[in-house]
């Protein structure tokens, strides 16, 4: 059995709110994005037969000294062992922290204090969430789209910096980088992972093929029928 170290947040985060239904309902840009990078994750999971635990605005349970617990609910995380049983929670005292959590930015996101050192990113900091990765579809309150944190050797996040092909590499072994307003998810090898937009648009364009297909088979039955009739005319048959 693995034993996991005690987590608890320290009497800084006391005031820390949870993340509550009217706090985690975006656009429907912004739920597009989640479930854009959420199918691309998935895939990549199934793919690889990888035991991760993917979640969607799934709640974290995280201790607080002296005080109840934290519920946040990041857009999307990734704990490495834990498998694709489906789960409403994640216990971080039981089964540790996530080692990634991307939040799609929201007004509520930009402009409370989720980013300070006493906001989300220093509860997961302080919980041990290794990378913490923050996208903003259009670029309204991060220009460059992304701002991405490690842990650093203190504990305490440090800049997570984009690579030369302007991807931010995971040590879960996958990249992502902004395209448009979808955050796209790379494998190992620098493959682009299909994302649900991009499913949607090949299911789309199969349905056309078969469609199109369809109506040539008619017509071309329609050709067959006239010329079978021109021949039983022409052998006075008709």
């Known amino acids: 059995?693995?034993?996991?170290?005690?987590?608890?947040?320290?009497?800084?985060?006391?005031?820390?709110?949870?993340?509550?239904?009217?706090?985690?309902?975006?656009?429907?840009?912004?739920?597009d994005a989640i479930v854009d990078t959420y199918v691309s994750l998935k895939l990549h999971r199934q793919e690889r037969d990888l035991p991760w635990f993917i979640g969607n605005?799934?709640?974290?349970?995280?201790?607080?000294?002296?005080?109840?617990?934290?519920?946040?609910?990041?857009?999307?995380?990734?704990?490495?062992?834990l498998g694709s049983e489906g789960r409403t929670s994640l216990s971080v005292a039981r089964y540790g922290p996530p080692?990634?959590?991307?939040?799609?930015?929201?007004?509520?996101?930009?402009?409370?204090?989720?980013?300070?050192?006493?906001?989300?990113?220093?509860?997961?900091?302080?919980?041990?969430?290794?990378?913490?990765?923050?996208?903003?579809?259009?670029?309204?309150?991060?220009?460059?789209?992304?701002?991405?944190?490690?842990?650093?050797?203190?504990?305490?996040?440090?800049?997570?910096?984009?690579?030369?092909?302007g991807r931010w590499a995971s040590s879960l072994g996958i990249a992502f980088a902004p395209q448009g307003a979808t955050l796209r998810v790379y494998d190992e090898a620098g493959d682009l992972i299909p994302s649900y937009q991009h499913l949607r648009d090949l299911a789309k364009a199969r349905e056309r093929q078969l469609l199109d297909a369809a109506r040539q088979q008619v017509e071309q039955e329609r050709q067959i029928a006239e010329l079978q009739e021109a021949l039983r005319r022409l052998r006075g048959e008709g």
């Open 1 to 31: 059995m693995v034993t996991r170290a005690r987590i608890a947040l320290g009497p800084e985060f006391a005031e820390l709110a949870d993340d509550t239904e009217e706090s985690l309902l975006g656009s429907s840009f912004h739920q």
């Open 57 to 81: 605005q799934t709640k974290l349970v995280i201790p607080r000294e002296g005080g109840a617990s934290y519920h946040p609910s990041p857009d999307l995380l990734i704990h490495p062992t």
């Open 99 to 165: 080692t990634l959590i991307i939040e799609v930015v929201s007004p509520a996101t930009a402009l409370g204090n989720d980013l300070n050192a006493d906001g989300k990113i220093g509860a997961y900091a302080a919980s041990g969430v290794a990378e913490y990765l923050a996208f903003d579809l259009f670029g309204d309150y991060i220009p460059e789209q992304v701002r991405a944190w490690r842990l650093g050797p203190t504990g305490m996040y440090v800049p997570w910096e984009a690579d030369s092909a």
